[in-house]
């Protein structure tokens, strides 16, 4: 498993309280040290295919997973050389980071058949349990904690989950830069998912740790604005 450097990652997300991330302008390739991350997605559906779409225009290396990676040929080929297809194993082992793009109720399977594989890996959340039959869990303990009982070890980060995937293609890089919150525990991997919501042209909103996360669960207050950081940090009611 290919570990990043604490250089690396200060430079991706910020040592001394300052923020560098890459910024988004155009289909230009900006990354710490002179090369980009390297990213697996699980699941390559409207929003996998949707958010690894903006970082290879950013100039990140994207493996889209699937459990038939044929159907995703055209996606790869629309997409270019920075773009290919593989099974979920190949996407693991291949990302620095991993985008986490499926139905929730897939999420104890995700866990019996590739937890071992994602133990230290950072996982960005994406998932909504609205309609699945997790949803009591996730409303008694959290979604983020309910989702770090299923992949214990991962180093979770809930992320691109607070919108349709629309909201993401369509507003990428607009001025001023619209928000994306996140919540977490470990503070590396919210720093490479900065870094990652940056190049993908928006700006990253911390929201607080894991048990924060149900603040911009879908159907909360939090859920599917188009605003900037200060606008939903003043709506949520957390400093920023």
């Known amino acids: 498993m290919r570990h990043l450097s604490r250089r690396h990652i200060l430079k991706l997300g910020g040592g001394l309280g300052l923020l560098v991330a890459f910024p ?3 289909h230009s390739a900006y990354a710490a040290d002179g090369k980009p991350l390297k990213i697996g997605t699980i699941g390559a559906g409207n929003l996998g ?8 225009k950013a100039g990140h290396e994207v493996l889209f997973s699937s459990r038939d990676p044929s159907s995703l040929k055209s996606l790869v080929e629309r997409l270019g050389p920075k773009a290919r297809a593989g099974t ?3 996407a693991i082992a291949f990302g620095d980071a991993i985008l986490l793009a499926v139905p929730y109720e897939a999420y104890p399977q995700i866990g019996r058949d590739y937890g071992a594989a994602l133990k230290g890996k950072i996982v960005l959340d994406a998932g909504n349990a609205n309609r699945s039959s997790l949803y009591p869990e996730t409303q008694a303990n959290g979604i983020g904690i309910t989702t770090a009982k299923y992949l214990p070890g991962a180093r979770i980060v809930r992320a691109f989950n607070a919108a ?4 993401f293609t369509d507003n990428a890089g607009r001025t001023p830069r619209i928000a994306i919150p996140i919540a977490g525990d470990d503070q590396e991997a919210l720093n490479v998912a900065k870094a990652l919501i940056s190049s993908a042209g928006f ?4 929201v607080g740790g894991l048990k924060d996360a149900d603040k911009f669960a879908m159907g909360t207050n939090g859920f599917g ?3 900037t ?4 940090a003043k709506k949520l009611g957390i400093a920023h």
Request: overall charge negative.
């Open 24 to 26: 988004f302008i155009g």
């Open 49 to 56: 295919g949707a958010v690894g779409a903006l970082w290879v």
């Open 88 to 90: 979920v194993e190949e």
């Open 164 to 167: 349709n995937h629309r909201v």
């Open 203 to 206: 700006d990253p909103l911390v």
């Open 225 to 227: 604005h188009i605003l």
């Open 229 to 232: 950081a200060d606008e939903l």
